[in-house]
């Protein structure tokens, strides 16, 4: 069982930065994909950033390209998602998965064993 938390949300003007962290428990953090997901208030969640088990390859959607960067520690079990220059329309739940299944890294379905979600909000 892996259990994920998601501390390092919280409140923050546009232009600044925050950087949550996903700790993961469990055997084999690093032969996992690991992917950072935002859902904001009556929208469905949408994948941010995904990164591959060696930490080598990231994907981002193109909305954070050049402002988000996803990382991984496999000594600490760990991803980071570091934000900077934040915009309102960044506001939302952010959670973290582990990749399950084969395909793109680009897709929800792909993840799996959700964190519980930490909520970062922008304001304007």
């Known amino acids: 069982q892996v259990y994920l938390l998601e501390p390092g949300g919280g409140l923050v003007q546009a232009g600044g930065s925050l950087r949550p962290s996903c700790p993961a428990s469990g055997s084999a953090f690093s032969s996992y994909g690991m992917g950072w997901f935002r859902q904001a208030p009556g929208k469905e969640r949408e994948i941010v950033a995904a990164?591959?088990?060696?930490?080598?390859?990231?994907y981002y959607t193109d909305s954070v390209k050049g402002r988000f960067t996803i990382a991984r520690d496999n000594a600490k079990n760990t991803v980071y998602l570091q934000m900077n220059s934040l915009k309102p329309e960044d506001t939302a739940l952010y959670s973290c998965?582990?990749?399950?299944?084969?395909?793109?890294?680009?897709?929800?379905?792909?993840?799996?064993?959700w964190g519980q979600g930490t909520q970062v909000t922008v304001s304007s």
């Open positions: 998965a582990r990749r399950v299944r084969g395909g793109t890294y680009r897709t929800t379905g792909e993840y799996d064993n």
């Open positions: 990164v591959t088990p060696s930490g080598r390859t990231t």
